[in-house]
C-alpha cells in the first residue's frame, strides 16, 4: 500500500512539474510490435527524386533528417495522415525469385501517402490493402529491381532519431500552422497543445500530415508546447520559440521521445 501510495506521488509531483520544465508523462500503452502481412513497390530514382514533398508535409526529406529510409503508406495504413512518422520494419518473404538472399530487414519512416486508385477496384493502395511504396534505395535493399512488387512483413518499431522534436512555424498572426518533426519514440504525433507566455494551454487542430493549426495571434509571445504521440506518451517543451520567434523559422525542441 506505500509503494502504490508513493508511486501515485510521484506521478502526481510529475504532472505538476510538467508545467513547468520538460517532463516525459507516459501512459503505458505500447505500439503493436507484430508481424504483419503487406506487400512492397517503389517510386522514385535511386537518388529519391518524386518522394520530397509528400502528403506528411515534411518538404525535403534529407533537410528533415529523413534520408531515403522513407515508404508511401496505403490509405488505410495512412490513416488520414495519423500515421506520419511512424517507423516500421519490413522484410521480402515468400518470393525466392525476387527477394534477395540474406538481405535482412529495411527500417523506414513514413513520410507520404501512396494515393488510392478507385478505378481499378484492386489498386495495391486502395483500401483495405496493406501496402509499402518504398524509395529505390529501400526496395532494392530488399528485392529485385525487375520484380516490380514482392510481398513483405511488416512490423511498427520504435523510432530512433538525432535531436530533439522540431516545431516549423508557418501562416501569419491569424493563422498559425506547425509542422512537429523528428519525433522519436512511437513517432506519429496524435495530439498538439500550444502555449503563448501569455495564454492558457491551447488546443490544435491537424491541418494536414503532421501540420498542426491554431487561429490565435500568438506573436511576440514565447512558446511552449505539448505533444502526445500514439502510444500515449505526452512531453511538454517549454519556451521552444522566445518572445522574438517569427514565421517561417524551425524551433528545437531539444528533447525528444
Not at 509528400?54 to 495522415?81: H, I, P
Not at 517549454?238 to 517569427?246: E, F, H, I, L, Q
Request: charged residues 15%; proline residues 4%; positive net charge.
Amino acid at each position: 500500500m506505500a509503494s502504490f501510495k508513493n508511486s501515485f506521488a510521484c506521478l502526481v509531483l510529475m504532472a505538476f512539474l510538467g508545467v513547468a520544465r520538460s517532463d516525459q508523462i507516459s501512459f503505458g500503452e505500447k505500439i503493436d510490435s507484430s508481424w504483419h502481412d503487406a506487400h512492397a513497390t517503389f517510386y522514385g530514382d535511386i537518388k529519391g527524386g518524386q518522394t520530397m514533398m509528400g502528403a506528411c508535409g515534411y518538404g525535403d526529406l534529407f533537410k528533415q533528417g529523413y534520408g531515403l529510409q522513407t515508404a508511401a503508406l496505403s490509405t488505410s495504413l495512412f490513416n488520414n495522415g495519423q500515421t506520419c512518422g511512424a517507423c516500421f520494419e519490413l522484410k521480402c518473404v515468400n518470393d525466392p525469385q525476387w527477394c534477395k538472399n540474406h538481405a535482412g530487414t529495411i527500417k523506414i519512416t513514413a513520410t507520404n501517402l501512396c494515393p488510392p486508385n478507385y478505378g481499378a477496384p484492386n489498386a495495391w493502395c486502395n483500401p483495405p490493402q496493406q501496402h509499402f511504396d518504398l524509395s529505390m534505395p529501400m526496395f532494392l535493399t530488399i528485392a529485385e529491381y525487375r520484380a516490380g512488387i514482392v510481398p513483405v512483413k511488416y512490423r511498427r518499431i520504435l523510432c530512433s532519431k538525432e535531436g530533439g522534436v522540431k516545431f516549423d512555424i508557418h501562416g501569419n498572426p491569424y493563422w498559425m500552422l506547425v509542422l512537429v518533426r523528428n519525433v522519436a519514440g512511437a513517432g506519429e504525433v496524435i495530439n498538439v497543445r500550444i502555449k503563448g507566455s501569455q495564454t492558457r494551454w491551447i488546443q490544435m487542430s491537424r491541418n494536414w500530415g503532421q501540420n498542426w493549426q491554431t487561429g490565435t495571434d500568438l506573436v511576440g509571445q514565447s512558446l511552449s508546447f505539448l505533444v502526445t504521440t500514439s502510444d500515449y506518451k505526452r512531453l511538454y517543451f517549454n519556451d521552444v520559440a522566445g518572445s522574438d520567434w517569427s514565421f517561417g523559422q524551425a524551433y528545437d525542441g531539444k528533447i525528444n521521445f
